[in-house]
């Protein structure tokens, strides 16, 4: 494998950064520069507009290489990712979507802020936002890092690093020039390009097999060397109890934490209408489920086509599987069309890594800004310096993420992305849920609900074996692993629920009838929406 | 769904007049939006006055029309919610404990296992299209009767203080 491959596919992915770096110029050559216009684009795209990016900003790296890479390795328990991701949206759809459109205004933190005591509502909910996009953040750039040691040869540890300060660097410069208008932009492109991508591979993966979907399977089951196992759960989840309840654990997280990604509740408002904002959810739906689909027959295609050693070879964790199925695809590493497949597929998925990378650095920035430094700062601080302070916020997290991402490197990008899940289940789920539903909710429960979700999900991550006691875990040499699960969720998610209820029926303020009755009236009439 | 969703396109402009009359104020709005960008709304609007817009919601809250649209909205998501959501707690449950049970061949290669997954999937591409539906029919339109009403009593109660 020489330097062709590699050659096209920076060219090509050089050609993606210039289009987005014209549509982030383009987009910000009038721009008002208005919190308006940063943080939700101007409220005017359209549904259709607004579901391609709300795909995009959902299916990562981590869909597209963690969950593809899982599957050709454990088969079907890497198909339980797919299914989770996509039930998910469910949530979001019959709870989330229309009643935050029309409650709030940029963040999470507004529909909560609106019924309760602002400033520390408002902390708690900003704090959470934050410290789930950086999480999330840090799952894309490792994606990244595998993905450039693949296509650079070799695992040269100066090119991985320096491609994580490469993105970081890049997704600044989107966020902080062309706020939410660019990034909108830039998700509707690497939709397309993604989901055109995974449908020619698919395309060639059935037309490898005849269509026969039934060959594919068995090719993948006999080429792992587990049989029929490989099609049943319980390869890599199976096992003993703790392996299952972590299985458990991780379903949760998967179909809870949608619906508390800041960066999916910020979408909402980028709409006109809460009408609007559930017709763009059936529209990701949509795409979102084909798109699945896809990589599950990707996944099982890699498996038989690849292999399993094959994978694992050239990355421990599989976040490789889906380039390397590529290369085969288009007829092997000296073939041209092997060169050019693999190549286009490289540059879609680090464009994968740069859309969805300055969608979360945005809305952490606007948690940042619109909310912490909002609630923190002096009184005598000119109001208008919001902009900017998102501006800088996108720096520092970008800082933030590029220095974990390094540090994290050789975890699976898919099981990264599930921990992130987990925490927005667990701080920003039951928060947002019992604002909207629950009529007797207080400030204490509110503020409770997040730190009782977000301070157990980060302890019980540090004490579990992802952090240490066990050889792949970041500190293989120390040992304070005192939780056995790697997922959290299926104890955080449940306390910040208990937590919050705890808060509220603890607190000895009485509920606010009137704040009650507005947020319920305005939450499913739109009355005086933004 | 994308064929549900094409037919939704004509209608909406038809009937959600917001959809304009957005459009054409934001300018304004903007420039001004952009000095108090710190409090969301809602707040802002409590500042000023305690009385008056704050009984609005409350009358509304107790209204005939407003507890119809809401009954509307509990009536589909409760149910939906209590189908899916343990429909999928079950699938994972079901994986984990009775791989056994899961690995069952049905025909050729795939399993019970495969046949739920796939299953995952299309309910919930159904569920999109059912509630999308539902709202659609049985409550945007009361809905947005009750926007109108409810901004012209605050505007009202606030005594055209804007």
């Known amino acids: ?530 | 769904m994308d064929k549900h969703d094409g037919g939704d396109t004509g209608e909406v402009r038809f009937d959600d007049p917001w959809y304009d009359a957005l459009a054409s104020g934001w300018g304004e709005l903007d420039g001004t939006g952009a000095l108090a960008p710190t409090v969301p709304a809602a707040r802002s609007e409590h500042e000023g006055r305690t009385g008056g817009a704050a009984h609005v919601y409350l009358e509304v809250q107790r209204s005939a029309a407003f507890r119809e649209v809401r009954a509307r909205y509990r009536r589909f998501v409760i149910p939906a919610v209590a189908v899916f959501f343990p429909w999928y707690v079950g699938y994972v449950v079901t994986a984990t404990t009775a791989p056994g049970f899961m690995a069952r061949p049905v025909a050729g290669a795939v399993n019970v296992a495969l046949l739920a997954g796939l299953g995952q999937f299309l309910t919930t591409f159904l569920f999109a299209w059912a509630y999308a539906r539902h709202a659609r029919l049985r409550r945007d339109r009361a809905a947005l009767e009750l926007r109108w009403d409810t901004q012209e009593m605050t505007r009202n109660a606030r005594g055209g203080e804007r």
Request: include cysteine; hydrophobic fraction near 55%.
């Open chain 1, 1 to 530: 494998m020489s330097g062709h491959h590699q050659t096209l596919a920076l060219l090509l992915f050089s050609a993606f950064v210039a289009v987005t770096l014209a549509i982030t110029t383009w987009v910000s050559r009038n721009r008002h520069g208005s919190a308006e216009e940063f943080y939700a684009g101007g409220r005017l795209f359209s549904p259709m507009e607004n579901g391609f990016a709300l795909s995009g900003d959902y299916m990562s790296a981590a869909s597209f290489l963690g969950v593809t890479g899982l599957i050709s390795l454990y088969g079907y328990d890497g198909l339980l990712y797919a299914v989770g991701f996509l039930v998910a949206w469910l949530v979001v759809l019959f709870l989330v979507a229309e009643l935050v459109r029309n409650c709030g205004r940029f963040t999470l933190a507004d529909v909560v802020a609106a019924r309760m005591d602002e400033r520390p509502v408002r902390i708690a909910a900003g704090t959470s936002s934050v410290v789930v996009s950086v999480l999330y953040l840090v799952a894309q750039m490792v994606g990244a890092g595998s993905l450039v040691s693949l296509l650079l040869g070799g695992t040269s540890d100066a090119a991985r690093n320096w491609t994580v300060i490469g993105v970081g660097a890049l997704m600044v410069i989107y966020v902080s020039m062309g706020g939410m208008r660019a990034t909108t932009w830039i998700q509707i492109v690497k939709a397309v390009l993604l989901i055109g991508g995974a449908v020619v591979l698919t395309v060639l993966v059935l037309m490898r097999f005849h269509g026969d979907i039934n060959d594919l399977l068995r090719s993948a089951a006999r080429r792992s060397g587990h049989g029929t196992a490989f099609l049943a759960p319980g390869l890599k989840y199976g096992g003993d109890w703790t392996a299952r309840f972590d299985f458990m654990s991780l379903g949760l997280a998967l179909v809870l934490g949608t619906a508390g990604l800041p960066h999916i509740l910020s979408r909402f408002y980028t709409v006109p209408t809460a009408r609007a904002a559930r017709r763009s959810v059936v529209w990701s739906i949509g795409l979102i489920g084909g798109f699945y689909l896809m990589t599950i027959v990707l996944g099982f295609g890699a498996a038989a086509v690849v292999g399993p050693e094959a994978v694992r070879g050239s990355n421990a964790a599989g976040n490789t599987a889906v380039p390397l199925l590529a290369l085969d695809l288009g007829g092997g590493a000296d073939s041209t069309g092997g060169t050019v497949l693999f190549a286009v597929v490289a540059a879609i998925a680090f464009a994968t890594i740069l859309a969805v990378v300055a969608g979360v650095t945005l809305a952490s920035s606007a948690a940042v800004a619109h909310d912490l430094y909002a609630s923190l700062r002096r009184r005598r601080a000119k109001p208008h310096g919001e902009v900017a302070v998102a501006r800088v916020a996108s720096v520092g997290i970008g800082v933030i993420a590029i220095a974990l991402g390094l540090l994290a490197r050789d975890l699976n990008v898919a099981f990264l992305v599930g921990l992130a899940f987990a925490v927005a289940a667990s701080a920003n789920l039951p928060v947002l849920l019992y604002s909207l539903f629950w009529r007797s909710f207080t400030t204490r429960g509110a503020v409770w609900a997040v730190y009782g979700g977000l301070v157990p999900s980060l302890l019980l991550v540090l004490l579990s074996p992802v952090v240490s006691g066990s050889p792949e875990s970041l500190f293989p040499g120390v040992d304070f692993q005192y939780f056995p699960l790697q997922n959290p969720g299926l104890v955080s998610i449940p306390l910040g629920f208990l937590v919050g209820w705890l808060g509220t029926v603890t607190s000895s303020e009485p509920p606010d009838e009137a704040k009650h009755a507005e947020i319920e009236v305005r939450a499913l009439t739109g009355a005086g929406a933004v």
